[in-house]
């Protein structure tokens, strides 16, 4: 079955840097593009970047462009967010699912309705 595991998160100064990883299982990796999401509690899970399975092009929501790198190791089934310059307001769990092209969408819609546990990121002083 389809799984997504990620982790890296943890506890970071404002300012500072983590680098995320999802380990994925269950499909054909390198045929899907990939999104980093991400939920506050109490809020609606939002898409962070994507990386498409081709070109390997990335897209990011305007709120970290500059500050996150997402990448891609298709030979380790993997997906990274490099975060750098973080801010409290980048305080979330972070989740990543496989990515399907819609017409109407500016991104990659998510593949599967399997999510992981996701890594929590706590950005404080």
């Known amino acids: 079955q389809v799984q997504f595991v990620e982790s890296g998160g943890g506890l970071v100064q404002p300012g500072g840097s983590l680098k995320l990883s999802c380990v994925t299982s269950g499909f054909t990796f390198k045929t899907y593009a990939m999104n980093w999401y991400r939920q506050v509690p109490g809020k609606e899970r939002e898409i962070v970047a994507s990386?498409?399975?081709?070109?390997?092009?990335?897209k990011y929501v305007d709120s970290v462009k500059g500050r996150f790198t997402i990448s891609r190791d298709n030979a380790k089934n993997t997906v990274y967010l490099q975060m750098n310059s973080l801010k409290s307001e980048d305080t979330a769990v972070y989740y990543c699912?496989?990515?399907?092209?819609?017409?109407?969408?500016?991104?990659?819609?998510?593949?599967?309705?399997?999510w992981g546990q996701g890594t929590l990121v706590t950005v404080s002083s």
């Open positions: 990386i498409t399975s081709t070109d390997h092009s990335t």
């Open positions: 699912n496989a990515g399907v092209p819609h017409p109407d969408m500016e991104y990659p819609l998510a593949a599967f309705p399997s």
